[in-house]
């Protein structure tokens, strides 16, 4: 099983609404991290979260974290067409908080004009 | 500041052939990350430098890929010879020393025929 799995898979939306992603790890983490890839763009990091927080935003992101659930939401709030993008959870090996990310499959949201 | 810049944005060879992708990390990043993401899959680590040195190098798929940081400078990932399965796009990721993020190049989008 991978570290990193999102539900759900894709995600369809229109403008105006909040959109919720959720992630799910099996092992402990330091961090948790949420970035965005945009179609044929490279992965933007948006947020991350550290074990002994709870929740995070920026702007019109927020972002749980409940590690004993092993899991994270992150909340966009009042979609934009331009939201559209696969969204990621990564986190670090467990015990640290740096080196290699491991990704789940990501979500794809469509925000409909 | 630039970002992680990643050179060709797009390669198309033949099976057999050998492609060289190339990363410039962001000025000062110690730690350079090589991922790629094959069609429909996740997101994967393959190696990570510090400076010129290979830090981990558990997610090269085999040894037709061969990476290199001359002088813990940009970073290049040469795979020869080229197969159908090593169709994808390879992220490229940077970090500095002493922080979690991780930032990623927009990708080089492979297709091997």
């Known amino acids: 099983s991978q570290q990193g799995e999102e539900d759900p898979q894709a995600l369809s939306i229109q403008e105006g609404e909040n959109a919720t992603m959720n992630c799910s790890y099996k092992?402990?983490?330091?961090?948790l991290q949420w970035y965005r890839q945009n179609s044929g763009r490279g992965l933007v990091h948006l947020i991350l979260?550290?074990?002994?927080?709870r929740e995070k935003h920026s702007g019109r992101l927020r972002v749980t974290l409940d590690t004993s659930k092993k899991s994270s939401s992150l909340l966009i709030t009042a979609s934009r067409a331009a939201d559209t993008a696969s969204y990621f959870c990564?986190?670090?090996?467990?015990?640290?908080?740096?080196?290699?990310?491991?990704f789940g499959q990501g979500t794809i949201l469509t925000v409909h004009p | 500041e630039a970002g992680v810049t990643q050179f060709p944005s797009h390669s198309v060879i033949e099976k057999g052939q050998t492609v060289t992708l190339r990363c410039d990390p962001i000025?000062?990043?110690?730690?350079l990350y090589w991922y790629r993401r094959v069609m429909g899959k996740e997101i994967k680590f393959l190696l990570h430098?510090?400076?010129?040195?290979?830090?981990?190098e558990s997610g090269m798929p085999n040894n037709r890929f061969l990476a290199e940081r001359t002088g813990g400078t940009y970073s290049t990932l040469k795979v020869q010879p080229a197969e159908l399965e090593d169709s994808g796009v390879y992220f490229c990721?940077?970090?500095?020393?002493?922080?979690?993020?991780?930032?990623f190049g927009p990708g080089t989008r492979l297709l091997v025929l």
């Open positions: 430098f510090v400076k010129e040195s290979k830090q981990d």
């Open positions: 979260i550290r074990s002994n927080e």
């Open positions: 990564a986190t670090p090996p467990k015990g640290t908080s740096y080196g290699k990310l491991t």
């Open positions: 000025s000062g990043h110690d730690n």
């Open positions: 092992t402990s983490i330091n961090n």
């Open positions: 990721a940077s970090r500095g020393t002493t922080f979690e993020t991780q930032y």
